[in-house]
């Protein structure tokens, strides 16, 4: 036997040892076993040149979550760094991830750790891996990691991320760019093409923007059981501006049909919400309205009407720019609360004025009322 077919054998043998790794990692016609996936990463680290970035790549990610070994920031960025050496796309993404919570390690530690991980990204992005790009692409999007607002260059990195796989964050992104129309012309049927495409890759964001679509009937028929069934989809997963949508439309149609059963579980909904997304107006407004209109029964699944609750939650709403909450407050304060809020005529004028400019045409009607009666 040539000494080249004892390399085959031996490299043969590495790829068996490799498979092995990725067969327990993942539970691949086998059940997922941490620590022997461990042991063969471990062992292809030691002897083989061939597989080496990967067999750090994943004793990385086994140290960065925990898996089987003590979780070790520290130990994941060594192996990551040395994945990225040898030219590993994906070790640069999760160094980009680390950086992004703030954890930094060796020659980073003294750098701005937003700058250090948008860097990460690129350099991921440069070798050609699709979720960097769509990373980037968010970055821009929404102003992150202390970098401008740019939708087009956005746009351009979720377009780029499609081009090399269906990528679902890309998709979601593209979907959002059609129903902005911020930098091309709005296009709400394409929007929920991309985001159903996003949402059959596991996207949980495009099941709430595609739920907005069918609630609105925007590039669809309007349709409420579907936008429902999206949004509790998305609820499920812990997405918080899914939670509200979800809870607001059920109080709307409640409202709408004088069956209001679901007020204690919408509550409950928008009350988690709250804590996820507590700068979402919408969310203080309804609960405000659950507490306005609530069943003064003694039963478990109704909410006592308490004006003040109400009050207290229209503020917080008025506060982050909702112009229903500051008519409803400058009602509250024309009226006075027995005992708990003193009328105060000239301040109710005010937020009904406010509540104009911000452009709710009901705080015109209950101005005209007020100034027609002093």
């Given at each position: ?22 067969s ?46 003590t ?21 640069y ?25 948008f ?28 970098t ?23 998709l ?81 149609i ?48 109704n ?41 105060n ?30």
């Amino acid at each position: 036997m040539s000494k080249n077919e004892n390399k085959k054998i031996e490299q043969n043998d590495l790829t068996k040892i490799y498979l092995k790794g990725i067969s327990y990692f993942y539970g691949i016609d086998t059940s997922v076993n941490y620590k022997k996936a461990y042991e063969n990463f471990h062992k292809l680290k030691e002897e083989s040149k061939s597989y080496l970035k990967e067999s750090q790549l994943f004793l990385g990610q086994m140290h960065y979550k925990g898996l089987y070994v003590t979780q070790s920031y520290k130990k994941a960025i060594e192996y990551f760094k040395l994945s990225a050496k040898n030219g590993s796309k994906k070790a640069y993404y999760f160094l980009g991830e680390i950086a992004e919570n703030k954890i930094l390690e060796g020659e980073d530690r003294d750098k701005p750790y937003d700058e250090v991980a948008f860097n990460y990204y690129k350099q991921s992005a440069n070798l050609g891996l699709s979720e960097a790009y769509a990373k980037i692409g968010v970055i821009l999007e929404q102003g992150l990691l202390n970098t401008e607002q740019d939708l087009k260059k956005a746009a351009q990195n979720f377009k780029r991320s499609m081009e090399i796989d269906e990528n679902p964050i890309g998709l979601n992104g593209l979907g959002n760019a059609y129903y902005e129309g911020k930098i091309c012309e709005k296009n709400y049927p394409q929007a929920i093409d991309f985001y159903e495409r996003a949402i059959n890759l596991g996207n949980i964001d495009a099941l709430n923007n595609a739920g907005i679509c069918y609630e609105y009937g925007l590039g669809t028929e309007k349709n409420k059981e579907k936008a429902l069934e999206l949004y509790k989809k998305a609820m499920e997963k812990y997405h918080g501006e899914a939670m509200a949508n979800y809870a607001i439309l059920k109080i709307k149609i409640a409202i709408n049909t004088g069956n209001y059963e679901c007020f204690s579980e919408c509550l409950k909904i928008l009350f988690y919400a709250s804590l996820l997304r507590k700068n979402n107006a919408d969310i203080f407004y309804y609960i405000g309205i659950l507490y306005e209109l609530g069943i003064d029964l003694f039963n478990d699944n109704n909410i006592i009407k308490n004006s003040y609750l109400a009050f207290l939650h229209y503020k917080k709403a008025g506060q982050l720019g909702n112009a229903k909450a500051l008519t409803k407050m400058g009602i509250c304060l024309y009226n006075g609360i027995e005992n708990v809020v003193p009328v105060n005529q000239n301040a109710s004028e005010k937020l009904l004025e406010k509540a104009i400019e911000l452009g709710d045409k009901e705080a015109e009607k209950y101005l005209k009322f007020i100034k027609g009666n002093k």
